[in-house]
């Protein structure tokens, strides 16, 4: 598994505390930035990780910014993204297994730096679900 990762202005610091935690568990990443606190649009940080998720089937996805819901909003329109804004674990773990989300987005102004390293600890060990759930996003892909 690999994660690409970006921020907009809103997410670095959060952005920083995943970066740490993926290097202290030597889980891959590609960090798509930015690094510096100047106002940018994130659109397109969405798209690019985006692409990259969609490119190689081996990497999730992580979005950063104030809320987490521009960035979801900007990935659930690239189609064959399951992007969910979180702020809980249960719904970490829920939206792996049964929205097969392959983008987290988390918000740096609403979620504290300890429940975000916990919301994606849980959804990266979280496993999608076969049977009604995998039907259920099957039928999301066919719009
Ligand atoms: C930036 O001020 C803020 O609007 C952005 O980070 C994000 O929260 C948008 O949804």
Same mark, same amino acid.
């Given at each position: 598994?690999?994660?690409?990762?970006?921020?907009?202005?809103?997410?670095?610091?959060?952005?920083?505390?995943? /970066?740490?935690?993926?290097?202290?568990?030597?889980?891959?990443?590609?960090?798509?930035?930015?690094?510096?606190?100047?106002?940018?649009?994130?659109?397109?940080?969405?798209?690019?990780?985006?692409?990259? /998720?969609?490119?190689?089937?081996?990497?999730?996805?992580?979005?950063?910014?104030?809320?987490?819901?521009?960035?979801?909003?900007?990935?659930?329109? /690239?189609?064959?993204?399951?992007?969910?804004?979180?702020?809980?674990?249960?719904?970490?773990?829920?939206?792996?297994?049964?929205?097969?989300?392959?983008?987290?987005?988390?918000?740096?102004? /609403?979620?504290?730096?300890?429940?975000?390293?916990?919301?994606?600890?849980?959804?990266?060990?979280?496993?999608?679900?076969?049977?009604?759930?995998?039907?259920?996003?099957?039928?999301?892909?066919?719009?």
């Amino acid at each position: 598994m690999k994660i690409a990762i970006a921020n907009d202005h809103g997410g670095i610091e959060l952005k920083k505390t995943l /970066v740490a935690y993926f290097e202290e568990h030597e889980i891959a990443y590609v960090d798509f930035g930015v690094s510096s606190n100047e106002s940018v649009d994130y659109p397109s940080y969405a798209k690019t990780v985006c692409q990259k /998720v969609l490119a190689d089937e081996d990497t999730l996805g992580i979005l950063c910014c104030g809320t987490g819901i521009g960035m979801s909003i900007a990935a659930n329109k /690239v189609k064959g993204i399951r992007a969910a804004v979180v702020g809980d674990v249960f719904s970490a773990k829920a939206t792996r297994e049964h929205n097969h989300s392959n983008v987290l987005c988390l918000g740096e102004r /609403v979620t504290g730096p300890g429940l975000a390293l916990l919301i994606t600890e849980t959804w990266l060990n979280a496993t999608p679900l076969d049977g009604r759930h995998k039907n259920r996003v099957d039928q999301l892909e066919k719009k």
